[in-house]
């Protein structure tokens, strides 16, 4: 109780919605709704089905030799980088598309950094025939070119933003707009544990299959349903929340979050929010966030454009607060590192953020028997050629 959410959407000091007046109808319809909606049974079935049929679940919990001989301890992968689409985000979308079918919507918007999410909302969109709009800040169209491409193919609409620094942050500026001006029809996919309640709480069920699974898979492999570590990457936070949701009652499961320092904490080009953010309200909810004396926006910055976030949900704001989860961080080249040795020792290239989580098992000490799960959110080929930059292959 003390880690879920409470009646007017708080998870402690943090959560809430804070959004302008003109935004208050949808979210308050999403809030009234959302929990009779994916509490039905109809909705479970067809999710559930979506799941195993389209998206391929249960994804593989994948115990890894050499990289336990490595590092001395018994270290799973939980495989999200198997998902359709490639990564952890269209668990989510399948999820917020069948809601959106039953609130009556005829179009989605949604913002994108990496690219990843509008990739899977554009993906949900198709399969479904819904219209879809993707906002994306013009600096990361250009790092992103192939999930651009990726998204047109798949039907949708990818439109720039083109003021403040061009990324996420102003994507998702212009996706508020656009709900503000189409309330009636639209529906606005969220791609992490951000926003206004209930976002944050209902991406995080629709993520929770993550750690429901893997407690099942750690049963059948290991005999032992919890493991001493867990450990996830964190831009928003969506792949950790997933991760970490059926351990966080299992008080003796270490769960350790893993965000970007990108050029070191103290460089002035970082995302490492726990560390360099103070509370504040971000994108409708209050949490911690990277601001400036008089409260603007510190403009992130991370190698991996999918950790490029100035703050964290506010699920996470709590967890760091109250001390249930750990949050450290992990520079850009670190990553890479991790990036290669993983492709080298196992033959998985590992997409860039969640690269960032397996960089930190060089820093942690085990005992020989300890049970290590790292979620390996999504599979690299969208950053192959930021690997090959680094490396020069
Ligand atoms: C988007 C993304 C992330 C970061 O988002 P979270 O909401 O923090 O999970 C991490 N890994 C991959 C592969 C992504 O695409």
């Not at 189409?182 to 993550?210: K, L």
């Not at 050029?263 to 209050?286: C, F, M, N, P």
């Not at 966030?289 to 709590?318: C, F, K, N, R, W």
């Not at 799960?373 to 969208?382: F, H, N, P, W």
């Amino acid at each position: 109780m003390r880690y879920t959410v409470n009646e007017q959407g708080y998870y402690g000091d943090f959560g809430g919605a804070y959004i302008p007046e003109m935004l208050y109808p949808n979210v308050e319809e999403l809030r009234q709704q959302y929990l009779q909606i994916i509490g039905d049974a109809g909705f479970k079935n067809e999710f559930d089905q979506l799941l195993k049929d389209y998206v391929g679940r249960p994804s593989p919990l994948y115990l890894a030799k050499r990289l336990s001989e490595k590092y001395g301890a018994n270290i799973f992968l939980k495989r999200e980088d198997l998902n359709h689409t490639g990564s952890h985000k269209i668990n989510n979308a399948i999820g917020q598309i069948l809601l959106a079918q039953r609130l009556g919507k005829k179009r989605i918007i949604a913002e994108t950094g990496a690219g990843q999410h509008g990739v899977a909302t554009a993906t949900v969109c198709a399969l479904m025939g819904m219209q879809c709009v993707v906002y994306m800040g013009e600096i990361d169209m250009e790092r992103q070119a192939p999930n651009v491409a990726r998204m047109k193919m798949l039907g949708a609409t990818v439109v720039p933003a083109t003021s403040g620094s061009k990324t996420l942050k102003d994507a998702t500026n212009e996706a508020m707009r656009d709900w503000i001006g189409n309330p009636v029809d639209t529906h606005y996919i969220i791609g992490s544990v951000v926003g206004p309640y209930p976002y944050p709480e209902m991406v995080a069920q629709f993520q929770s299959i993550i750690s429901l699974e893997t407690k099942k898979q750690l049963l059948e492999q290991t005999g032992k349903e919890l493991p001493e570590y867990v450990l996830a990457c964190v831009g928003g936070g969506s792949n950790a929340m997933g991760m970490f949701y059926h351990f966080l009652e299992d008080e003796q499961v270490k769960l350790i979050a893993v965000e970007a320092a990108g050029k070191g904490v103290d460089s002035g080009h970082s995302a490492a929010t726990s560390v360099l953010g103070r509370e504040g309200i971000l994108h409708g909810s209050r949490t911690i966030l990277m601001q400036t004396d008089d409260g603007q926006v510190v403009e992130p910055y991370s190698i991996s454009a999918g950790l490029d976030y100035p703050g964290i949900g506010p699920q996470h704001a709590h967890l760091h607060k109250i001390q249930r989860a750990q949050y450290v961080n992990i520079t850009d080249d670190e990553s890479l590192q991790a990036g290669l040795l993983l492709s080298q020792l196992e033959g998985i290239i590992p997409a860039i953020e969640s690269a960032h989580a397996f960089a930190y098992l060089e820093k942690m000490k085990f005992e020989k028997d300890d049970n290590v799960v790292v979620c390996l959110s999504g599979r690299g080929d969208k950053d192959l050629s930021t690997y090959i930059k680094h490396f020069g292959f």
